[in-house]
């Protein structure tokens, strides 16, 4: 079993930046491809970003260069840095994890909305 808490969410203004975490129980987090996925409402969830455990990173266009992806396997977290946030952006953004993509593990959600 695998437990995904995620933290960093609120409220930012465009523009500016935020960066969420996802800390993960379980001894199996260095194999597996972390992602992150976020949903908005009346819309269906899309992938943000993955990394697997070789340190590979996939993103949605929407997001290219924008955000970042990051894992620190020692510490079990994979991180998503967001800058020029833009009111498009809002959403619940889940952590995902597993050996496949999307994998079978998901965290609770952190809001994140970005509005003057």
């Known amino acids: 079993q695998v437990q995904l808490v995620e933290s960093g969410g609120g409220l930012v203004q465009p523009g500016g930046s935020l960066r969420l975490s996802c800390a993960a129980s379980?001894?199996?987090?260095?194999?597996?491809?972390m992602g992150w996925y976020r949903q908005a409402p009346g819309k269906q969830r899309e992938l943000v970003a993955t990394?697997?455990?070789?340190?590979?990173?996939n993103y949605a266009d929407s997001v290219k260069g924008r955000f970042t992806i990051s894992r620190d396997n020692a510490k079990r977290t994979v991180y998503l840095q967001m800058s020029s946030l833009k009111p498009e952006d809002t959403s619940v953004y889940y952590c995902?994890?597993?050996?496949?993509?999307?994998?079978?593990?998901w965290g609770q959600g952190t809001q994140v909305t970005v509005s003057s």
């Open positions: 379980g001894s199996a987090f260095s194999i597996y491809v």
């Open positions: 990394i697997t455990s070789a340190g590979n990173t």
């Open positions: 995902n994890a597993g050996k496949a993509t999307p994998g079978h593990y």
